[in-house]
Nanobody
Framework: QVQLVESGGGLVQPGGSLRLSCAAS????????MAWYRQAPGKQRELVGT???????NYADSVRGRFTISRDNAKNTAYLQMNSLKPEDTAVYYC??????????????WGQGTQVTVSS
């Protein structure tokens, strides 16, 4: 019943911006920490950043100052605003969330991923 879906990826020039969305749907009791990960070709999946329910954030050194994570608890949605994009930001971006469904237990959910390509 519970689903997590990313959107907003695409092709952008170096120095440009993109905003990704991560929307949770279904019979949700609560959502705790949400996170963004990314995986570039030939590389391990890495943590981009996290955001708690109270909107405290943490970022990887590689994106700090350029990326901003936010969330709208009323909409069960998290966002990743990406500015000053570099070619090395090219990756599939994944959303992760700790979700407790109605009448169930909390576990991690993953979105399907959205491709971000930074190229001139």
């Amino acid at each position: 019943q519970v689903q997590l879906v990313e959107s907003g990826g695409g092709l952008v020039q170096p120095g440009g911006s993109l905003r990704l969305s991560c929307a949770a749907s279904g019979r949700i009791n609560s959502i705790n920490t949400m996170a963004w990960y990314r995986q570039a070709p030939g590389k391990q999946r890495e943590l981009v950043g996290t955001i708690t329910r109270s909107s405290d954030t943490n970022y990887a050194d590689s994106v700090r100052g350029r990326f901003t994570i936010s969330r709208d608890n009323a909409k069960n949605t998290a966002y990743l605003q990406m500015n000053s994009l570099k070619p090395e930001d090219t990756a599939v971006y994944y959303c992760n969330a700790q979700i407790r469904p109605w009448n169930s237990i909390t576990r991690d959910y993953w979105g399907q991923g959205t491709q971000v390509t930074v190229s001139s």
